[in-house]
C-alpha cells in the first residue's frame, strides 16, 4: 500500500518514503453501488456514470487530529473520455471534438455523492482507535445499504476554473474531498423539501503528463426523510 500524506484540503500530495509520516487505505467501491449512489442525485431521468475505477482513500493518521479531519477521506476516479463512450462528441465540435465542461462537472459531482453516502459511517469508524481495513469494508458496505433512503442534490457550483481543453481520446484523473470538516444544516433560502445538510467538497480534474485540466468548488445537499 503506497502511503500518502494529505497537505492540504485541495490536493492529494505524493511524496517520497523518506517523507511519509501517514498510512492510507485505498478501498474499491463496486461499479453497481457506484451506479446505486449516482442514482439518488435524480432519480427522474437515466443518469450517465461518467466515473470509473472509484476509490476511497481513508488516512489512518487523522483519528484525533481535529485539524486534519477534512483530509482523512478522500474519493478519486477515472474519467475515459473517448468517441465509444461518448459519440456525442463527434460533432461537439465537428474535426475538433471536445469534452464538455459540464460533464467534468457532473463528474465531480457524481464523486461527491460517493463521498456523502461514505462519510457518515467511515467518520463514526475512524474517530474510534484500533480500527482495521475489515472495518472499514464493513463501514463500506453499511454506507451502500443505507443509501437508498436519502436524496442527493448539487446545488452549488463556485470557484470553477477550466485550464485545459480535454479531447478524446484521454483519462481525466478526478479526486474530490471535503473542504470542511462536515456538513452543516442548509439555510432555509436554499431549502424548501425539509430537513437536509450541505456538504461542501472540492473537485480536481487532471490529465496524464499535463496536469490540472479543471477544479471546482461544489455543495451536495443531503436530505434525510426519517429527520
Not at 57 to 73: F, K, L, P, R, Y
Not at 109 to 133: D, S
Amino acid at each position: 500500500m503506497r502511503a500518502l500524506r494529505f497537505q492540504s484540503s485541495r490536493a492529494i500530495r505524493h511524496v517520497p518514503n523518506s517523507e511519509q509520516s501517514s498510512k492510507a487505505y485505498r478501498i474499491h467501491v463496486l461499479e453497481n453501488a457506484v451506479e446505486h449512489v449516482v442514482r439518488r442525485l435524480d432519480s427522474s431521468r437515466p443518469v450517465r456514470q461518467l466515473v470509473q475505477g472509484v476509490q476511497l482513500v481513508i488516512s489512518a493518521s487523522t483519528a484525533g487530529q481535529e485539524e486534519d479531519q477534512q483530509n482523512h477521506m478522500l474519493v478519486e476516479a477515472q474519467v475515459r473520455v473517448d468517441i465509444e463512450r461518448f459519440p456525442e462528441l463527434s460533432g461537439h465540435f465537428p474535426n475538433q471534438p471536445v469534452f464538455p465542461a459540464v460533464r467534468v462537472l457532473e463528474a465531480f459531482a457524481h464523486l461527491g455523492a460517493v463521498l456523502v453516502a461514505h462519510h457518515h459511517e467511515i467518520t463514526k469508524l475512524t474517530e474510534t482507535r484500533g480500527w482495521t481495513l475489515p472495518d472499514i469494508e464493513t463501514a463500506t458496505t453499511r454506507a451502500c445499504q443505507s443509501v437508498a433512503s436519502l436524496n442527493l442534490q448539487c446545488s452549488a457550483v463556485r470557484k470553477a476554473r477550466f485550464r485545459q481543453m480535454v479531447s478524446p481520446p484521454s483519462i481525466l484523473h478526478v479526486s474530490c474531498g471535503l473542504l470542511s470538516n462536515g456538513p452543516h444544516d442548509c439555510s432555509p433560502e436554499c431549502n424548501n423539501v425539509g430537513f437536509s445538510r450541505t456538504y461542501m467538497m472540492w473537485g480536481e480534474a487532471r490529465l496524464p503528463h499535463r496536469g490540472l485540466a479543471a477544479e471546482a468548488e461544489f455543495g451536495i445537499d443531503r436530505y434525510d426523510p426519517d429527520q
